[in-house]
């Protein structure tokens, strides 16, 4: 199993933007999880889905943060428009019953 | 809502010596795990502890559970310069899928 795949690994772009990051979870894991990480905040749950379906956006910082899982092997996490604070590393995750397996993050940079 | 927060911040020992990290808590808990992340890496899960658990091996890890002090400790005995790394802990709600990650604790093994 290769794991948790992201892309892309490094994304810069402009302020005002749009950026779409996304995830391909481990097969058979019917949870997944987008998390942000930055030194003031540490690690940050912003949204996760169960068998597809969104449970808890609680964490999406703003409107300008949505995300979609159409189906199970296939999330996405799009900033539109993206601003400089956004920079961060974006982690996804999924899980089965207990154990979350991460992938490598995109590392997020908006000048 | 950040429900772990990890201590020391960071620590710093000599190749060889034991290293032990504690974990506080603020609600109740199902179970509470470890992960490990090394530099520009995505977390590693380590082990997980149920809330009817005290202590738990996994080679040179060993995990203890106060769910009357709401903390757990991280040991990791013989320390290696590989185990240079920030560690996590994780804790569930109790009632859902999501769980949520302190700060961490930053461990440096010195050669």
């Known amino acids: 199993d290769a794991g948790v795949i992201q892309s892309p690994r490094h994304e810069v772009t402009e302020m005002g933007q749009e950026v779409t990051l996304r995830c391909k979870p481990i097969?058979?894991?019917?949870?997944l999880f987008w998390y942000r990480q930055t030194m003031m905040r540490g690690l940050e749950l912003l949204i996760y889905f169960n068998n597809n379906v969104p449970i808890d956006d609680s964490g999406m910082p703003e409107d300008r943060f949505s995300a979609k899982m159409p189906n199970a092997s296939f999330s996405t996490l799009k900033i539109q428009p993206s601003e400089p604070r956004d920079s961060a590393v974006y982690f996804c995750?999924?899980?089965?019953?207990?154990?979350?397996?991460f992938g490598s993050g995109t590392r997020l940079t908006v000048v | 809502s950040q429900q772990g927060e990890e201590d020391p911040q960071a620590l710093s020992i000599q190749e060889g010596e034991n290293a032990t990290m504690n974990c506080s808590y603020k609600t109740s808990i199902n179970n509470l795990q470890w992960y490990r992340q090394n530099s520009g890496r995505g977390l590693v899960h380590l082990i997980l502890?149920?809330?009817?658990?005290r202590e738990k091996h996994s080679g040179r890890l060993r995990v203890t559970l106060d769910t009357s002090k709401k903390s757990s400790s991280l040991l990791i005995t013989a320390s290696r310069a590989a185990d240079t790394a920030s560690y996590f802990c994780?804790?569930?709600?109790?009632?859902?899928?999501?769980?949520?990650f302190g700060k961490g604790t930053r461990l440096h093994i010195l050669p």
């Open positions: 097969s058979g894991h019917n949870s």
């Open positions: 995750a999924s899980s089965a019953l207990y154990g979350y397996t």
């Open positions: 994780a804790t569930d709600g109790g009632r859902d899928d999501k769980i949520i």
């Open positions: 502890i149920r809330s009817n658990e």
